[in-house]
């Protein structure tokens, strides 16, 4: 379904991803794991179109994602959680998901799909009038993958969902991950919680120094003695 | 002495809803771009010449010739940030270029009003002649409708931000424009229709104050210095900051002229500028995105 092959990226002069290909079918999890500054985040902005691979394509289903400008993109079924959450901290949770329902095909159905997201998150609901800045970690987060949601992606792409969260947070986090993968979206995961995000993983690939060091099933990746050692600290 | 104090207040709310008008338009480029708009004053200007001719070339009726203005201050607005900023967005010194190209198009545009439509202050006529007697007090029917009118566009201009998908969309890329891409909005078609609506506000304060003041290429520089003062009093990037300090500003002003005399009105606002610096550098509101 998304097929990245062979990208050089740079910002400006120095190269952060040497090659990278990596692939994602539909209906399946894949976690990209990897260290600080391997390039998990610039590989996921480089799929969103808000960085330009030099060289090598991305495709989704066909499409050339890397020759469309950014904004268009998520028309073509493809969300992207970034890192940090990025809410707009001085809207509310309703309108922070409102913005997610911005694609006029989604906007028609926005007050369906907002309280779509109020079953899966039921304290986005509770908290719909507060500014998404005042919300604690693991509500932004809740918040920022319903604001995602809304769109009605085919393939949702999120990075670091469990970052300086705690772990039950995280683990209940995972579970609605699951959950949207078992109702269809296909979901590329970046983690730097190798444990957790294998778990829930078909396969993985492990990047490092901007390139894929290893890749395969995810009882493989988590049996491997270089994932053990590096990410597991086993 | 009450009473007169009370028409000034009167006055002064006109006068304060023409400076919110005026410096909402200003607020809202800054709070979505992060710019200065020097050449707010004259798409201000062209809104009064644009219904001056309005009225003798086409002579149509003000409805009209406020919504002629309007629409044609829009196009300014669009068609300047696309041809003169959106190049220079994303590149360095984005901090210091707006402010050159617009004090260059405010430059251009004054010239442009003198050569072009000459230096003969022009005038218009009341849209509604007479005055309405309540009270005791006497208060012109234009000041009543300009009052209304600015209550009208900023509350419907409010919920429309709030509201409208294009509202939400636009708060959502001032407050982060990556993210907001990501959701599939074009942050530069947003900055584009911001600077339209912008000169749009402008441009429909200067009709509704165009039979109160005079039309001449120089009408834009005092409400621009006003709404610089009551951007800075309410809080840059602040709505209701820019409401609140039109108001009070255009009050301030008018109690000044009872009290002292007209030559110390803009005293007193500089003075008021000078001690909101001095003591609340951020405004009533503080510095706030949309």
């Known amino acids: 379904m998304l097929e990245i092959s062979n990208i050089d990226v740079f910002y400006g ?112 609901k509770e908290r719909r009038n507060q500014l998404a800045g005042t919300l604690s970690g693991g509500e932004q987060q809740m918040c920022a993958i319903a604001r995602a949601l809304v769109s009605r992606p085919r393939i949702l792409l999120l990075d670091e969902p469990s970052l300086g969260l705690a772990p039950v947070i995280v683990e209940r986090i995972f579970e609605v991950i699951q959950k949207i993968n078992r109702e269809g979206v296909t979901v590329l995961l970046v983690e730097q919680n190798a444990h957790i995000a294998l778990q829930i993983a078909h396969r993985g690939y492990v990047i490092e120094t901007g390139r894929v060091v290893l890749e395969g099933a995810a009882d493989s990746l988590l049996d491997s003695k270089y994932v053990k050692q590096a990410y597991l600290g086993l | 002495m009450f009473k007169i104090l009370l028409e000034q207040i009167l006055n002064g709310l006109v006068l304060g809803s023409m400076y919110a008008l005026v410096a909402s338009g200003l607020t809202l480029i800054w709070g979505t771009m992060k710019m200065l708009n020097f050449a707010h004053g004259e798409l201000y200007m062209v809104g009064g010449y644009i219904l001056y001719f309005a009225f003798t070339l086409l002579g149509v009726s003000p409805f009209w010739g406020i919504l002629l203005a309007i629409g044609i201050a829009f196009a300014v ?61 006497r208060i012109a029917y234009q000041r009543i409708l300009i009052l209304v009118v600015t209550a009208t566009v900023m509350v419907a201009f409010w919920m429309f931000v709030k509201r409208s998908r294009f509202g939400v969309a636009l708060r959502a890329t001032a407050q982060d424009r990556e993210a907001a891409t990501l959701l599939g ?31 001449n290429p120089w009408m834009g520089i005092s409400p621009l210095l006003k709404a610089f003062i009551v951007v800075v009093l309410g809080g840059l990037g602040s709505f209701g900051g820019a409401i609140l300090g039109g108001f009070l500003l255009g009050t301030l002003e008018s109690l000044s002229v009872v009290l002292l005399s007209s030559e110390w009105k803009d005293v007193v606002s500089f003075a008021v500028l000078i001690l909101v610096l001095f003591f609340r550098p951020s405004g009533f509101f503080g510095t706030r995105e949309w």
């Open chain 1, 13 to 124: 002069d120095a190269q952060a991803l040497w090659n990278i290909s990596l692939r994602v079918a539909r209906g399946e999890i894949v976690s990209l794991l990897g260290g600080n500054g391997a390039g998990k985040s610039t590989t996921l902005r480089t799929i969103s179109g808000i960085l330009k691979p030099r060289r090598g394509e991305v495709s989704l289903s066909g499409v050339r994602l890397d020759r469309i400008p950014p904004h268009q993109i998520i028309s073509h079924g493809l969300a992207h959680v970034p890192e940090g959450r990025r809410l707009f901290p001085n809207m509310t949770v309703m309108e922070n998901l409102l913005a997610g329902t911005y694609l006029l095909s989604a906007w028609k159905g926005r007050m369906a799909a907002v309280e779509e997201m109020g079953k899966i998150f039921p304290v986005l």
């Open chain 2, 77 to 137: 607005g669009l068609f300047l940030e696309r041809l003169l900023l959106h190049p220079l967005m994303d590149k360095p010194g984005w901090d210091v270029s707006p402010l050159v190209v617009t004090l260059g198009v405010s430059i251009f545009l004054q010239n442009f009003a003198l050569k072009a439509w000459g230096e003969r202050f022009k005038s218009v006529p009341y849209f509604i002649e007479g005055t309405m007697e309540l009270a005791g007090f």
């Open chain 2, 185 to 215: 909005i074009n942050a530069h078609r947003i900055y584009m229709y911001t600077f339209g609506i912008s000169s749009a506000l402008a441009a429909l304060a200067a009709t509704m104050l165009a039979p109160i003041f005079l039309i």
